[in-house]
């Protein structure tokens, strides 16, 4: 072996790894590298590749749920990619929490908590070892936004690449996973036999890919091209075909991903250069016409946290009051993200709101062009003969008839709820009061909850669960009872992107930590205004307030461990649930570890 030497060509895109490898041979950093690269050899590190960008490869890769079992085969193309480029690739992996799978049962508590792990498991290994850019590839609802988390946490060079949604299922096409659950409360309600639940669960999900409808998957990889994080048409591309082979559009994905990350790196583009305050506004925006999960508004408010753009809960309210829904998707409607992607994908949608003035086209993406010009050759105009998306000038529902923000003496500092075009004004009824989510469920498939009943589901919250597990099982039920419009649910918990009913969730403050909800008993009045955008319970003087509150005792849950972490350093689903140590903030704020 001769002196290694160091690519002139890549110099400049090595500001960062330097500090793993050294510059260059005979410098004095160089020669107190070599152990560091005498490691890396054993690893295949031939002489030049310590000239090379060092790029973090993440795979959230499972074989445990259809959502991510394919990234593995992406980040092995992106990687090959990375090489191709002149890049050194650096592969890991992290957790995956299937919400799917794990809803119902303790295990969801951890659902939520691993956005935040997979976010601190990607900073661990990108800051470790100081790699100079990085492609996040992730299938299911944590893992999207996990995953674009700490590019934006430390001002990273960074896209996010979406591993794709599933394909639709059955002999007709039209099952998925939301046919599932909801078969079980038609089940429960004799309106089906045992042999059609088993053919649903045999056909529901045909092979890999996230959920999909527009539920959470769907809406944060829509919102990663929004933003501007990740390639404008990889939130549409499916995941893999009937055969089950990894899709030629999602390999071309990966290759697109790459080559937007080294236009960054060349250009010195970092994750707060795009997303910005007005690329969160876009970002919003595009999920409201969609139709996207409430879980956006918690997933949104965390990343724009990490992002340092001041972004409130009371931003969601005042784009959706100006955006309508032009999305016709399931859950609430008939469409699958497959079938957005035949007409054009999400550029479609982005376009077309663009063009009568509901995004900011100036906003800088990973492409290094801003979203106009990445949109440039998409017509203005929807495509014709196609009813996946409708026109502003006739949408599915007019602005603030999808995700509203309510508050109200239940939610004083807010709450969430999806009326995904639904006409309803005001529900009111008798609360019905659960400490869990399996209680509700028991007292729903057992045919005790009735018309106009108000399910309130409460010390579910991201402290008091811990994790705010997230649910589709109540409201699925309810659904499946044929009680889906009927009767309403309020939590401190979350809901899956696959739910549909009268659903209002992320109640602040939640139970746990002394919010309203905790008050509540048997019978009492509760009435959701969509129109004032309140939940309240009626009737109370002031003195029932403190008699309630003097009363007051927290149903307490035990955690331990991962858990018991996450109780203590969770912030209210009002800031995104967002684990930080808060006194940290500033010093964050003034030395950013990326620099
Ligand atoms: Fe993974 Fe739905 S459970 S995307
Ligand atoms: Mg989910």
């Not at 994750?271 to 956006?296: C, D, H």
């Not at 889906?484 to 939640?510: K, Q």
Request: charged share 20%; net charge negative.
């Amino acid at each position: 072996d001769g002196p290694a030497p160091t690519s002139s060509s890549h110099s400049d895109l090595r500001r960062r790894s330097a500090a793993l490898t050294g510059t260059r041979p005979g410098a004095p950093d160089w020669i107190r590298r070599t152990a560091a690269r005498a490691m890396l050899r054993a690893v295949d590190f031939k002489d030049d590749d310590f000239g090379k960008p060092l790029i973090t490869v993440t795979s959230c890769f499972t074989n445990a749920t259809p959502c991510n079992a394919h990234v593995d085969e992406l980040a092995a193309v992106v990687a090959e990619h990375v090489r191709q480029r002149g890049g050194k690739p650096l592969l890991h992996g992290t957790p995956v929490v299937s919400d799917g799978e794990t809803m119902g049962t303790p295990g969801m508590r951890y659902s939520l908590v691993s956005r935040d792990l997979i976010a601190d498991c990607i900073e661990c290994q990108h800051e470790a070892y100081a790699a100079d850019g990085l492609v996040t590839i992730g299938g299911c609802d944590k893992t999207i936004p996990g995953a674009m988390m700490p590019m934006l946490r430390h001002d990273a060079v960074g896209v996010f690449l979406y591993g794709g949604s599933i394909l639709p299922g059955g002999p007709q096409r039209n099952l998925d996973f939301v046919s599932a659950i909801e078969a079980i409360g038609a089940r429960s309600a004799n309106r089906i036999t045992d042999e059609e639940l088993l053919h649903i669960e045999r056909h529901a999900c045909p092979g890999a890919g996230a959920c999909a409808g527009a539920f959470t998957a769907n809406t944060m990889a829509t919102i990663g091209v929004a933003l501007g994080l990740s390639v404008p048409y990889s939130a549409g591309h499916v995941a893999a075909t009937y055969e089950g082979r990894v899709t030629e559009h999602k390999r071309q994905d990966c290759r697109d991903s790459v080559d937007a990350l080294f236009t960054c790196l060349e250009r010195g583009i970092t994750a707060r250069q795009i997303a910005t305050r007005k690329a969160f506004e876009n970002a919003i925006t595009v999920a409201m016409a969609l139709g996207g999960s409430t879980n956006a508004v918690l997933h949104v408010l965390a990343m724009a946290r990490e992002a340092q753009v001041p972004l409130t809960i009371d931003d969601f309210h005042q784009i959706a009051a100006r955006v309508p829904l032009l999305g016709q998707f399931r859950p609430f409607s008939k469409y699958v993200m497959a079938d957005l992607d035949r007409i054009g994908g999400v550029p479609v949608l982005m376009k077309h709101l663009l063009a009568h003035g509901y995004l900011h086209g100036d906003c800088l993406t990973c492409t290094g062009k801003t979203v106009e010009e990445n949109l440039a050759d998409v017509p203005a105009e929807l495509p014709a003969g196609q009813d996946v998306l409708l026109p502003v000038q006739a949408p599915y529902a007019p602005p603030a008839r999808h995700i509203l923000i309510l508050k109200g003496n239940l939610a004083p500092e807010g709450a969430v709820i999806k009326l995904s075009g639904k006409s309803l004004q005001r529900h009111a009824g008798p609360a019905r009061v659960f400490d869990s989510e399996e209680a509700a469920l028991d007292a729903i498939l057992g045919g005790h909850i009735h018309k106009n009943d108000v399910v309130v589901i409460r010390y579910v919250g991201p402290a008091g669960a811990p994790g705010c597990p997230e649910m589709l099982s109540p409201s699925a039920a309810l659904v499946g009872r044929g009680l889906g419009a009927d009767v309403a649910l309020v939590t401190d918990g979350r809901f899956s992107g696959g739910s549909h009913g009268i659903m209002v969730g992320h109640v602040c403050p939640e139970a746990y930590r002394g919010g309203p909800l905790g008050l509540l008993r048997e019978g009492d009045t509760i009435a959701i205004d969509t129109v004032e955008r309140t939940v309240s319970v009626i009737g109370w003087s002031a003195d029932e307030w403190d008699r309630r509150r003097a009363a007051w005792k927290p149903v307490h849950k035990p955690a331990s461990g991962l858990l018991a972490k996450y109780r203590r350093l969770v912030q209210p689903a009002s800031q995104g649930a967002i684990t930080r140590v808060v006194e940290e903030e500033e010093d964050e704020a003034s030395t950013p570890p990326s620099a």
